[in-house]
């Protein structure tokens, strides 16, 4: 049986879920593993070349990426009013910060990463700067950048650099819609078959499983992908991302990836009216 390659953020919450999967945890039945990571803008232009079998990517990115790749239905990063948040070197005004960033440059950790696609929905009037997503608030702080949004651990971190909160887009997102904010997910290539991608399927889910019955362990795995953030820290970090939507996006889930698709399309940000299509354990 040839060697799955699965991709993954190095951050904490993949690290955790994925945990399991690497350290040889669960029974794999002979199916082998190898784990790669890279930002996850760098992921999705590798979908985008199919060169992965097994990868998270953003849902942004998967309206480009559905005739090749299906979603698994475990292991999904949903944000239940929170997500990627804006940042400035200033206070945010008293009224109208939505208006306020009209005109502003933002930077922000990839083109096709959902958080931007989210942007241009709350402020399609702003011009944008692409930096890796770990030089963000470097670049704001610096002054390339009036506005920075975060992704990942910098969503708990920016204060202790002297930053200010202009918006959670997930908060706001929430407000919207009434759900939560799909950000990424992970896919397989469609070439797999559908029995060896069932397989991973349960593999993905059983490892997410285990560290969520094993918290300690997985987080203690974690730890070292948190990127400064202490014990206590990483804990919520990753409770915020691996949660009942990560072992499985219910209904609820699937409804909010299929909204944000459609808001995205509608928006002209996205090139079809994607329906996501999910493969089944």
């Known amino acids: 049986m040839p060697r799955i390659r699965v991709a993954h953020s190095p951050d904490s919450d993949d690290a955790f879920m994925f945990y399991a999967l690497a350290a040889g945890k669960i029974d794999t039945e002979g199916r082998e593993y190898e784990h790669e990571l890279a930002d996850i803008e760098t992921l999705n232009q590798r979908a985008y070349a199919g060169e992965l079998e097994v990868t998270a990517v953003s849902f942004h990115a998967y309206a480009y990426l559905h005739e090749r790749y299906a979603l698994l239905p475990h292991g999904a990063s949903i944000g239940d009013k929170y997500g ?29 990463t959902t958080a931007t696609l989210v942007l241009r929905l709350y402020q399609p009037d702003i011009e ?10 470097d670049y704001v702080l610096n002054g390339h950048a009036d506005v920075g949004l975060l992704i990942h651990e910098g969503q708990l971190t920016y204060a202790e650099r002297g930053l200010h909160l202009w918006q959670d887009l997930g908060e706001w997102w929430g407000k919207e819609t009434g759900l939560p904010l799909p950000l990424g997910g992970n896919v397989a290539r469609k070439d797999l078959g559908p029995e060896l991608i069932r397989a991973v399927s349960g593999d993905l889910r059983a490892s997410i499983v285990w560290g969520l019955e094993h918290r300690a362990e997985a987080l203690a795995h974690a730890q070292q992908y948190a990127r400064g953030m202490d014990a206590a820290r990483t804990d919520r970090f990753v409770g915020m991302y691996v949660n009942d939507y990560t072992v499985d996006y219910g209904p609820r889930g699937r409804e909010a990836v299929q909204r ?15 329906r996501p299509e999910f493969i089944e354990d």
């Open 260 to 274: 944000l698709l459609h808001e995205g399309w509608r928006a002209g940000h996205l090139p079809s009216d994607v």
């Open 84 to 112: 990627p948040r804006l940042v400035a070197r200033e206070p945010p005004p008293e009224a109208d910060v939505d208006g306020a960033l009209a005109g502003l440059v933002v930077a922000i950790p990839g083109e096709r």
């Open 128 to 137: 944008t700067v692409v930096v890796p997503f770990d030089r963000v608030e």
